[in-house]
């Protein structure tokens, strides 16, 4: 049984149709990830399985129950968390009031208290700046601090859109060692990710997506050694 299952979903932006009836589905443990070029349809994708967005046409199951027209709170209350592309950090705020308001459903003070202490040890450059100003952080920094908010919540699937964004390659390798880990740990994870070899190297299972619709689907290890995905993603 999926986790996750999407259905013919349709996304509209005015007259211009976004997403052209997509299914696709996310089981439980998976490292799933999108690919495809700017403008394909990820982070639309994305933001209507958060509820950010309203689909025309189709549905968004998970675990179970229909969360197509659920608004966003309760999506993520329901174990579904988001790293937004851009991080989307607090940049005015601390690194410790950033992870506070990640953690803003839970209400055992101690177990936020804890689950603090947990990012702190696992990022303990976080520690070290647990006082300092987020939007004074580099990069790399700020990555790990949205991913960290993330966690804050305790999801279920963590979805993550365009996680080494703006990163040199040392901190993108680390940053795709931490959703190894993190998938490890039990946390299920959809990627979209334009490092798309990368991607496929840790993806389970790998869907490509091309003007709003899939074009190709896989195993990770499939869609690395397809010639056509090859040429049109991975540079030959």
Do not use: C, W
Not at 56 to 65: F, P
């Amino acid at each position: 049984m999926a986790l996750l299952e999407v259905k013919d979903l349709q996304v509209f932006y005015g007259v211009i149709q976004a997403l052209k009836g997509i299914s696709f589905e996310v089981s439980q443990g998976e490292i799933v990830t999108l690919i495809g070029a700017n403008g394909a349809g990820k982070t639309t994708t994305m933001q209507t399985v958060i509820g950010l967005i309203q689909p025309k046409a189709g549905s968004i199951i998970y675990n179970e129950k229909d969360i197509t027209k659920m608004p966003s709170h309760k999506i993520v209350a329901s174990g579904i968390s988001q790293v937004p592309e851009g991080r989307r950090i607090f940049q005015e705020l601390s690194v410790y009031d950033n992870l506070m308001l990640g953690a803003y459903l839970q209400k055992d003070q101690k177990k936020i208290k804890d689950d603090i202490e947990n990012v702190f040890d696992q990022f303990p450059i976080l520690g070290e700046r647990r006082t300092q100003i987020a939007g004074t952080l580099s990069g790399g920094e700020q990555q790990m601090l949205a991913m960290s908010r993330a966690l804050m919540a305790h999801p279920t699937l963590l979805m993550m859109d365009e996680p080494s964004m703006g990163l040199s390659p040392l901190l993108v390798s680390q940053v795709f060692d931490i959703i190894k880990d993190m998938n490890s740990k039990g946390i299920t994870i959809l990627l979209v990710e334009q490092n798309a070899e990368k991607a496929l190297k840790i993806a389970d299972r790998a869907y490509v997506l091309e003007t709003g619709a899939i074009t190709a689907s896989g195993t990770g290890a499939e869609l690395a050694s397809s010639p056509e995905i090859r040429k049109a993603y991975l540079g030959g």
